[in-house]
T-cell receptor, first 112, second 115 residues
Framework: DAKTTQPNSMESNEEEPVHLPCNHSTISGTDYIHWYRQLPSQGPEYVIH???SNVNNRMASLAIAEDRKSSTLILHRATLRDAAVYYCILRRNTGANSKLTFGKGITLSVRP | KAGVTQTPRYLIKTRGQQVTLSCSPISGHRSVSWYQQTPGQGLQFLFEYFSETQRNKGNFPGRFSGRQFSNSRSEMNVSTLELGDSALYLCASSLLGQGATAPLHFGNGTRLTVT
């Protein structure tokens, strides 16, 4: 699977928008961009995924660059409960729910 | 709908022993995968099962093994435990047939400590 690169950490203020970047310069045409987050003492939780177009759901928005070499996860109003490690990963359609390669992720801190 | 259930939640073993961890997927999910999480290496893929067959395997020694039962429940086994096997072991389940769009649903893991 192609690799992703994320900053180690970011800080945000409560109730402000947060933009979490991810670079995936070696992405292939069939790779989907997925985001997961992991709260303390829990397993990772699915957040959102996309292929080419921007995506919105109740948790977040995903903005994908036109060349697909980068993407940004947008939390519209950060809350203290959003403090977590956020992972950007790529998944390829191989027929199986193939192994995922998680990087170190971004540790998001939210200030009250 | 119940989430992914992993048992036990915590486990302490000594070097040389073996351990079996259990995972019950979400009802209807037939794919189960296992991950090891450590502070130094992050989340690493161990293996994936569906239809009771191992479909993918990560880069781990043969001491790590698993199996899946006909009801999709899965177990993983680690034999001859080493100190470096201390980690959080996570199980994830997902639906089949959705390819790379299928979200993974993770359990809260089993924290294994080897002394």
């Amino acid at each position: 699977d192609a690799k992703t690169t994320q900053p180690n950490s970011m800080e945000s203020n409560e109730e402000e928008p947060v933009h979490l970047p991810c670079n995936h310069s070696t992405i292939s045409g069939t790779d989907y961009i997925h985001w997961y987050r992991q709260l303390p003492s829990q397993g990772p939780e699915y957040v959102i995924h996309g292929l080419t177009s921007n995506v919105n759901n109740r948790m977040a928005s995903l903005a994908i660059a036109e060349d697909r070499k980068s993407s940004t996860l947008i939390l519209h109003r950060a809350t203290l409960r959003d403090a977590a490690v956020y992972y950007c990963i790529l998944r390829r359609n191989t027929g199986a729910n193939s192994k995922l390669t998680f990087g170190k992720g971004i540790t998001l801190s939210v200030r009250p | 709908k119940a989430g992914v259930t992993q048992t036990p939640r915590y486990l302490i073993k000594t070097r040389g022993q073996q351990v079996t961890l259990s995972c019950s997927p979400i009802s209807g999910h037939r794919s189960v995968s296992w991950y090891q999480q450590t502070p130094g290496q992050g989340l690493q893929f161990l293996f994936e099962y569906f239809s009771e067959t191992q479909r993918n395997k990560g880069n781990f020694p043969g001491r790590f093994s698993g199996r899946q039962f006909s009801n999709s429940r899965s177990e993983m086994n680690v034999s001859t435990l080493e100190l470096g096997d201390s980690a959080l072991y996570l199980c994830a389940s997902s639906l089949l047939g959705q390819g790379a769009t299928a979200p993974l649903h993770f359990g809260n893991g089993t924290r294994l400590t080897v002394t």
